[in-house]
Structure formats: structure tokens, C-alpha cells
């Protein structure tokens, strides 16, 4: 398994490191190599997670205000039918 951050533009050092932990450890189980893409919304507080397959998959989501959350993010990409 091989996750990819390919971008991530979150202006906050710290909480994008702590958004692609959340990313990385969601998808610790995935077999072959994933890629995800992370941006902030400017101006809304939300963000966008895009992530890739090596077979095509894909998955997104718009994440907003309360959401925007570690934990939230971890448990929703754990749960998605990818």
C-alpha cells in the first residue's frame, strides 16, 4: 500500500500534517498505490478531498465547517465504498 498526497493547500502547517496523517491512516489497508488530493476551499472553511485508485477508483468529498475535523475526515474515508 502506497499513499500518495500529491497536493494539499492547507495554509496551516500543522493542521495539514495532521489532515494527511488522517488521510494516510484512513487508508492503511488499501492495496496498491492511491493517491489523494486536499485543498481548502478559500473563503468557505471546507475542503476537498479527491482520491485515486490504481484502477481507476475515485472518491471525493466536500468537507464543511464542523466537519473539517481529523477524526471526522479519518472515520468517513474508512467508510466510503471505494
Same mark, same amino acid.
Given at each position: 500500500?502506497?499513499?500518495?498526497i500529491?497536493?494539499?493547500?492547507?495554509?496551516?502547517?500543522?493542521?495539514?500534517?495532521?489532515?494527511?496523517?488522517?488521510?494516510?491512516?484512513?487508508?492503511?489497508?488499501? =492495496?496498491?498505490n492511491?493517491?489523494?488530493?486536499?485543498?481548502?476551499?478559500?473563503?468557505?472553511?471546507? #475542503?476537498?478531498? =479527491?482520491?485515486?485508485?490504481?484502477?481507476?477508483?475515485?472518491?471525493?468529498?466536500?468537507?464543511?465547517? #464542523?466537519?473539517y475535523?481529523?477524526?471526522?475526515?479519518?472515520?468517513?474515508?474508512?467508510?466510503?465504498?471505494?
Amino acid at each position: 500500500m502506497a499513499v500518495k498526497i500529491f497536493a494539499n493547500t492547507i495554509a496551516l502547517p500543522d493542521w495539514r500534517e495532521e489532515i494527511n496523517a488522517a488521510v494516510r491512516a484512513a487508508m492503511n489497508n488499501y =492495496h496498491g498505490n492511491w493517491q489523494a488530493t486536499i485543498l481548502e476551499i478559500q473563503g468557505t472553511g471546507g #475542503l476537498d478531498i =479527491h482520491i485515486t485508485g490504481p484502477e481507476g477508483e475515485t472518491w471525493s468529498k466536500t468537507f464543511d465547517g #464542523l466537519e473539517y475535523e481529523p477524526s471526522y475526515i479519518k472515520r468517513t474515508i474508512e467508510q466510503a465504498k471505494i
